[in-house]
């Protein structure tokens, strides 16, 4: 049973620079000299692009629900066979969601640490502490960790209202050195911030000196062990859409593809990179068309190949920014509308607010397959829905999955490893 110092980070919810102290904490143990896997409760693209970046290691889903219990002691006992230390962030606040991170915290036995941006606060910074401690019998926290403090006054007066028994492991100024910029869907991407190592390293040099850096105690994982998946896609290969524009990408949904024996190529549509000649099958994954609509619109050559796919009747899987790159325009934030590739009929407009969020879960005749949606467009298009997904906790009516030709098409962002069955048989271009 391998063993690995471990440490879920949290906070009393979201903005409170839980990505900035996780990414921090992995460039300081890295520089040191130490293997770090970080891991990212929930759905998540943005904040992993950053971790990664941070730990020099792609970073890895853990949710209970979308990923799976079995799933998740997996990927906890791989990580603490080979590296020295496992950092997981959480999602949102402590005890939101369902699961929480906290469901995670209690079933893998992590210690956690909450993160607290405490500007415009002092002596309520305690009670935030206390509630977060024993909200939940069973939670232990390694300590707290104080974000955003603005003054050496200011500091005593949150050391001074700590409750007793709760370790202090240090602070952060609000310092613009180490901040991380954001947009619509949260965090701007890692290759979209150009001194960004220069901004984990002030982040990682703010931690020298501080108790947050001695490492926590090891833990033991087991995993089940399960049967080796079927080569049921050995002899294709599939090209895989990946730039700005098209980077939602779950590593574990591509390692999936290989698992089964695909063999992957990349290409990128923003530099008007055709689709590999070898292709069988397609990956358009979610990301930021809307902005990059205007260079999307003048990729003539990945357009022609794109086209040159569908009307050949090779399988194409879009997800999100990938279906709306896939419509016949698509109207942008500042009021302009571009034509796209026009595989599908219909157009997306962007929207100032957000216009669907949350888990969803997938059930057709091949099982169910778990994932979520988070988009801030809407369509509209004459397409009749193929599947219609929901969301897991209150039934209610999820994204259309459309299937047009050899397309399949979705808002929904899925996690694959979660019916490997019926992703092959997408990319094999079967219909149900």
């Known amino acids: 049973m391998p063993s690995c110092p ?3 980070i949290t906070a009393p919810g979201s903005g409170h620079g839980k990505t900035t102290v996780t990414a921090a904490l992995a460039r300081w143990h890295r520089r040191a000299g130490r293997k770090v896997q970080v891991f990212k409760t929930g759905p998540d693209y943005l904040d992993p692009m950053v971790l990664e970046r941070a730990s020099g290691r792609p970073v890895y889903s853990l949710d209970l629900w979308m990923v799976g219990e079995e799933a998740c002691a997996r990927l906890l006992a791989a990580a603490a066979a080979e590296v020295d230390l496992i950092l997981i962030e959480g999602v949102m606040g402590l005890y939101d969601g369902q699961p929480s991170s906290a469901d995670l915290a209690l079933r893998f036995n992590l210690p956690v640490l909450p993160v607290i941006q405490c500007r415009g606060m002092a002596q309520t910074f305690g009670a935030l502490v206390y509630g977060l401690a024993h909200y939940r019998p069973g ?3 390694l300590g707290v960790f104080a974000n955003r403090v603005g003054s050496a006054n200011h500091l005593d007066m949150l050391q001074q209202a700590l409750p007793a028994g709760i370790p202090w492991l240090g602070h952060l100024c609000g310092d613009t050195a180490y901040a991380l910029g954001e947009r619509h869907l949260g965090l701007q991407q890692a290759g979209e911030i150009d001194d960004l190592d220069t901004r984990l390293e002030a982040a990682a040099d703010a931690l020298e000196g501080l108790a947050m850096t001695t490492l926590p105690p090891p833990l033991s994982f087991s995993a089940w062990s399960t049967p080796p998946l079927p080569q049921t896609l050995a002899g ?13 990408i779950y590593p574990a949904n591509l390692e999936l593809l290989q698992t089964l024996g695909a063999q992957l190529q990349f290409f990128s549509p923003l530099a008007d990179e055709a689709v590999p000649a070898s292709a069988d099958a ?15 619109n003048q990729a003539t050559h990945s357009a022609l190949s794109i086209r040159a796919m569908a009307a050949a009747g090779k399988p194409i899987l879009a997800e999100c920014g990938g279906l709306l790159y896939l419509l016949e325009h698509l109207s942008t934030a500042d009021g302009r509308t571009h034509a796209m590739l026009g595989l599908l009929p219909g157009e997306a407009v962007m929207q100032s607010r957000l216009a669907a969020l949350g888990m969803q879960q997938l059930d057709t005749p091949m099982g169910r397959l778990r994932g979520h949606c988070f988009h801030y467009s809407r369509i509209s298009t004459p397409l009749q829905a193929r599947w219609q997904a929901s969301h897991p906790l209150r039934g209610t009516r999820g994204e259309a999955v459309y299937q047009h030709g050899s397309i399949t098409a979705s808002y929904m962002h899925g996690y694959w490893p979660s019916n490997p069955e019926l992703i092959a048989a997408i990319f094999h271009g079967r219909t149900f």
């Open 6 to 8: 471990a440490l879920l």
């Open 282 to 296: 397609l990956y358009l994954p979610g990301g930021y068309p809307e902005l990059h609509a205007g260079l999307l």
């Open 139 to 141: 939670i232990q926290l």
């Open 236 to 248: 294709l290969t599939i090209a895989v859409a990946r730039d700005a524009a098209f980077s939602f």
